[in-house]
């Protein structure tokens, strides 16, 4: 219904699409406030993180910083950019063990993931709605979740986005801060 209305130039349209986010301000993400949970409140020299299915599967992240400022890149953009669809900026894909790898290097200690299985989640959600309004996004973290970028950054070249540790570690500090 947009994009028809940019076609018939009723309005000025672009649409922004992101993966699965994290990053400051992320509470609600699958790799949210119960992950980092893992890493916050513990000492110990190896920790464990609730990871949302197969820890296995790829998945692509968008960072919070890289997403304000990608919706801001793209409302200063031209009028020919509008009326399209765009990812925005990425990263990954990478596997739960890999992200739990550069969590681990953030932190100083080796973190694992534990997969939260689909039946799991299922259970959980017959108490808790957080739980149950995910399990129809489990086949996100159950399979790999690929998402491409590349559009935006041929468009965008000059666009930066902090490097993955830097968010994991703006994410670490957040979640310390909020809920220390």
Not at 11 to 33: K, W
Not at 52 to 74: E, Q, V, Y
Request: hydrophobic fraction near 40%; glycine fraction near 10%.
């Amino acid at each position: 219904m947009l994009l028809g209305a940019v076609a018939g130039a009723a309005a000025r349209v672009t649409v922004a699409r992101s993966a699965d986010f994290l990053g400051p301000g992320g509470d609600a993400s699958i790799a949210g406030l119960r992950l980092f949970a893992g890493v916050i409140n513990k000492t110990t020299p190896r920790r464990r993180v609730e990871w949302i299915g197969n820890p296995g599967t790829r998945h692509c992240w968008n960072g919070t910083p890289s997403i304000a400022a990608a919706l801001a890149t793209l409302g200063e953009a031209a009028d020919a950019d509008y009326g399209q669809v765009w990812h925005l900026p990425t990263y990954g894909p990478m596997t739960g063990y890999e992200f739990c790898e550069v969590l681990g290097e953030v932190c100083g200690c080796e973190v694992a993931p534990r997969a939260v299985t689909p039946t799991m989640m299922r259970a959980l959600g017959v108490v808790n709605p957080q739980a149950r309004s995910l399990v129809e996004m489990l086949y996100q973290s159950t399979n790999d979740y690929l998402f491409s970028d590349e559009k935006f950054r041929a468009r965008f070249p000059r666009f930066q986005q902090q490097h993955f540790a830097d968010l994991l570690a703006s994410t670490v500090k957040y979640f310390a801060d909020k809920h220390a």
